[in-house]
């Protein structure tokens, strides 16, 4: 009988031996191999919303306003770039995207998520782009339930 654990910071169902990072590098190895990059904005997003501690407290408001806009706004990664570039550029940037010493994302409570990384990748590379659309939307839903 295989051994399962929750990711501590998503929540999702693990495989032993398997973490979400796993999943994560699954997903950029497909886009590589496959020329799937067009899902690349809403993959990594829709991740690290899902893993803030890998974030600042500001960077993951910033990549919860970046998923809004993708999601529900519908602007393109070249629009949302164009826009933002002078205002995320590290010398302009007045807060760390990362995460730091004394200066890491959380959530008070843990939004209802209703996907995770590993079931894009257990969608398989057919539905990738789908799922991974599917995936960044169910975020940007839960994020905007109420505590």
Known sequence: MTETTRCAECGTILAEGVACADH???????EQMYGLGQAHHLLVASYHAQHPSLLSREG???MHDLLRRFV????????VRRTMRDDVASG????????RPG???AYAT???WTMSAGDVVA???GDFIENVERWAASIV???AKPD
Do not use: C, K
């Open 24 to 30: 994560f590098h699954q997903m950029l190895a497909w």
């Open 60 to 62: 993951l408001a910033a």
């Open 72 to 79: 529900i706004d519908g602007e393109a990664p070249s629009d």
């Open 92 to 99: 302009n940037r007045n807060y760390p995207i990362t995460a």
């Open 103 to 105: 200066n890491v994302g």
């Open 110 to 112: 843990r939004p209802p």
């Open 123 to 125: 969608g398989g590379i």
């Open 141 to 143: 839903e839960a994020l």
